[in-house]
């Protein structure tokens, strides 16, 4: 089972020094956190994509290419990519142009993002959101799987015998989750293709992340790709981790009730009711994660946001370390016991995809009704 961690890059002022960090300094640290996720044994970093204040991280390719030139084994993934407001010959240009950088070190995870005013401004509707995320990825495969493509459809200037470059490294197309916290008919789309669904489950209730990501497994089954629980499932978190749950809620409560994404709200103590948020130690972060398989079944990617809110990058290196050192090892072992015989441990990778040689990764249509799915 794959861990690791993902940044959203926010620029967040610390509420107990009121001090904010630069740009610059903001953009530094996500690479130094990188970093100590490859030293600690994580298995992947993931950076998000955002095109406003407060946030940096606008080129997800250039800054993970930087990473993947000061790293070797850690694989480098996205939190999300904008499958809506990027034209997908440019998705397919600089992610296969990564691939060959990293080795192959890398996939990505596409969604429509969280800030509307991005559509107008890359001139797209956002009342059309979904059909442009169905169009654009669909082309987005035939680019990574055709190498003179003819096509025409409603949100872009036609192509004719256009071939993308570079072609994808060793034939194999970049591994795609699909990323949606509320949309079923991107669960839909996961499942038509055959790829991994990702439920960024941080301000949900087990509830509802269990009706999307049972959606996404039952049309999985369906599109003839597995038996349901044998569907790619990756899910969100959120930990802070002290020595005691005392040290550890007492010193993130003050970055808890000032967060710009959820401070001022429902209590520390009220979120960490009703969604996945854990503040406490070790232990009780293992005791708690394990409960998302009971929620979702058993699945192949836990990610963990743990950078936002001000929190100074020492904190977070310590943060990082206490999951290398206390917290993975088990949960691996754990999550692995429980594991059905037939249910994959992890998803995809270049490697595994490149031994496979063929199946509906290579496919442009794998669905069942050999069309595309419908928005």
Do not use: C
Request: hydrophobic share 35%; proline share 8%.
């Amino acid at each position: 089972m794959q861990f690791g961690i993902f940044t959203i890059g926010d620029v967040t002022e610390d509420p107990t020094t009121g001090r904010t960090p630069t740009e610059g300094e903001r953009i530094e640290a996500m690479t130094k956190i990188a970093l100590k996720a490859e030293e600690v044994g994580l298995d992947v970093f993931a950076t998000g994509e955002h095109h406003n204040p407060p946030f940096v991280p606008s080129s997800p390719t250039t800054h993970l290419a930087y990473i993947a030139a000061k790293t070797e084994r850690i694989l480098l993934s996205t939190s999300t990519t904008l499958i809506t407001t990027n034209d997908p010959v440019k998705i397919a240009e600089e992610y296969a142009f990564l691939q060959h950088l990293s080795g192959g070190r890398n996939d990505l995870m596409l969604g429509r993002g969280n800030t509307g005013p991005v559509y107008p401004w890359y001139g797209k509707d956002i009342r059309q959101g979904i059909p442009l995320a169905v169009e654009n990825y669909h082309l987005l495969r035939r680019l990574w799987r055709e190498r003179s493509v003819t096509w025409q459809g409603k949100f872009r200037t036609p192509l004719q015998g256009f071939t993308s470059t570079p072609w994808p490294l060793d034939d194999v197309p970049p591994f795609v989750w699909h990323g949606s916290i509320r949309s079923p008919q991107i669960a839909e789309q996961a499942a038509y293709y055959g790829d991994g669904f990702f439920h960024n489950n941080i301000f949900w209730n087990k509830e509802h992340t269990a009706k999307m990501v049972g959606i996404y497994r039952r049309r999985f089954e369906a599109y003839g790709h597995g038996r349901a629980d044998q569907a790619i499932v990756g899910l969100g978190g959120q930990v802070f981790i002290g020595d005691t749950e005392k040290e550890a809620v007492d010193f993130f409560r003050p970055y808890f009730d000032n967060a710009p994404v959820y401070g001022h709200g429902p209590s520390l103590e009220e979120f960490s009711e009703l969604t996945p948020l854990t503040v406490g130690t070790a232990e009780q972060v293992i005791e708690r994660t394990l409960t998302f398989a009971d929620w979702v079944g058993d699945y192949q990617r836990q990610m963990f946001l743990i950078d936002h809110a001000g929190l100074p990058l020492e904190v977070v290196l310590d943060q990082i370390e206490r999951l290398g050192r206390d917290v993975v090892p088990e949960l691996r072992r754990r999550f692995e016991e429980r594991r059905p015989a037939g249910v994959p441990s992890d998803p995809p990778t270049h490697a595994s995809l490149r031994a496979a040689g063929s199946g509906p990764h290579f496919e442009v249509a794998p669905g069942a009704r050999g069309e595309s799915p419908q928005a």
